[in-house]
């Protein structure tokens, strides 16, 4: 496989300001997951899921979107997460998420995790995020990171969105930044946001974000910054790629997750990190505007559920 992402799909409620509830399936590897098989990417998700009626039609999601489910894990009497997502018609906004009991977190316990982990070793990119790390276990964070060095070794290249939300970590956040290092120790390309970056680090400004990144040896460096050029360093130098024209936002959380796929699609096509940061603004913007895909999904490109 391509590219493996790993993850979760949450089930998303949003209430509409009629009061009506829609139903979608969302999650942040998720949605990058889909707009990289949008864009050409053979794509597997790497996840834990129910047996129920939900975890059939979020497989179903997944499947429509020519996403691989062949890594993701069954339990028995287990639903997905929930999050609720207020609506005023534009704007959306996520209020609650309920995610305890959720399969996802479970993916190195459950009976097959070694066959995930042997994926992930023949990966030729495996993508994921801090949300993903959140979800784990010490013991599924043990065998997760274990499986990215021999992927490393093997010649798999490493992305990863530190993606931080103080609801995923539990306000734990010197539990985030000390598992978040481990992961960045085993990266090679460092997808971040930088106002996440700035909340739970301090850093001062993009530039700070990267030399911070660069000394647990991230080599590709991609410092996204809303509608503010992206700070990219690559091969030895940083340069700012602006966005190809500012919009006016309403739902800004989904940008990043495809803002990412776009990115790591060009860099899979062997385009610079300069052209693929373009490329991944426009992405973005896509999914901005609310048109990131031919026929998406139902609800498939919603904002980011964390
Ligand atoms: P996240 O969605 O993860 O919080 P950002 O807000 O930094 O991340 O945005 C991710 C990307 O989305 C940016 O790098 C840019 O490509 C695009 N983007 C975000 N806001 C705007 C905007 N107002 N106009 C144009 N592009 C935007």
Redesign the pocket.
């Known amino acids: 496989m391509q590219v493996v992402s790993v993850g979760e799909i949450i089930i998303e409620l949003v209430r509409a300001p009629d009061g009506r509830f829609d139903l979608g399936y969302a999650g942040d590897t998720f949605q990058t997951a889909v707009h990289l098989s949008r864009s050409g990417v053979k794509v597997a998700l790497a996840t834990a899921l129910g047996n129920d009626r939900y975890s059939e039609q979020a497989l179903a999601a997944a499947t429509a979107e020519g996403i691989a489910t062949n890594l993701v894990l069954r339990v028995n009497d287990r639903v997905p997460g929930i999050a609720l997502v207020e609506s005023d018609g534009r704007a959306e906004r996520q209020n609650e998420i309920w995610r305890d009991a959720s399969p996802a977190r479970q993916l190195f316990e459950l009976p097959g995790w070694d066959r995930v982990a042997e994926q992930l070793v023949s990966a030729n990119l495996v993508y994921f995020s801090g949300v993903t790390l959140s979800l784990y276990s010490n013991v599924g964070l043990g065998r997760m990171l274990a499986a990215l060095e021999f992927g490393r070794e093997r010649g798999a290249r490493i992305a990863f969105?530190s993606?931080w939300r103080f609801a995923s970590w539990r306000g734990d956040d010197q539990r985030a930044r000390a598992v978040l290092s481990e992961a960045l120790k085993r990266s090679d390309l460092a997808l971040p946001?930088?106002?996440?970056e700035a909340r739970l680090w301090g850093d001062a400004s993009p530039q700070t974000t990267i030399e911070r990144l660069q000394t647990f040896g991230v080599r590709e460096i991609v410092v996204?910054?809303?509608?503010r050029p992206?700070l990219v360093h690559a091969d030895g130098k940083t340069e700012e790629v602006p966005?190809p024209?500012?919009?006016?936002?309403t739902n800004?959380?989904?940008?990043?997750?495809?803002?990412n796929a776009g990115y790591l699609a060009a860099r899979l096509r062997k385009e610079s990190p300069a052209a693929a940061a373009l490329a991944?603004?426009r992405l973005?913007?896509g999914?901005?505007r609310g048109n990131a895909g031919a026929a998406p999904a139902k609800r498939t490109t919603a904002k980011?559920t964390h």
């Open positions: 969105d993606n946001s930088f106002e996440d996204k910054n809303g509608a992206a966005v024209e500012e919009i006016a936002v800004g959380a989904a940008a990043g997750d495809a803002f991944g603004h973005a913007a999914a901005l980011t």
